[in-house]
């Protein structure tokens, strides 16, 4: 697992791993990176489906209950095919301007 941290974000990605395996070793490494705003790189996975990206929901409600951002990015799974709880853009500039919005949101109590 690969951690990019640059400022208060940090993008998390693996290559060639299984989902299963990647899910697993995110949540052994969360303590690392849970006081950091998270880009979750899935561009290594081939296939995914938007019920695979429902497996981030737990941590994601985890992460942004704790006013933290907590983005995934993918091109294989469209936004609009999962629920407005978790965060899915195509790029890494997107997932970056997402949590700009947010942190700015969050510094005016929106």
């Known amino acids: 697992m690969v951690f990019d941290k640059n400022g208060t974000t ?64 993918t091109d294989k799974v469209a936004y609009d095919e999962v629920p407005e709880e978790i965060v899915v853009v195509p790029t890494l500039q997107e997932a970056r301007d997402i949590i700009e919005m947010e942190e700015i949101e969050r510094d005016l109590g929106i």
């Open 10 to 73: 940090t993008t998390v990605f693996q290559e060639n791993i299984e989902l299963s395996m990647f899910l697993e070793n995110l949540a052994n490494a969360y303590t690392k990176i849970e006081n950091d705003h998270l880009i979750i790189n899935l561009f290594s996975f081939s296939k995914l489906s938007s019920g695979d990206v429902l497996e981030f929901l737990e941590l994601s409600n985890k992460h942004r209950g704790a006013n933290k951002s907590f983005v995934l990015v």
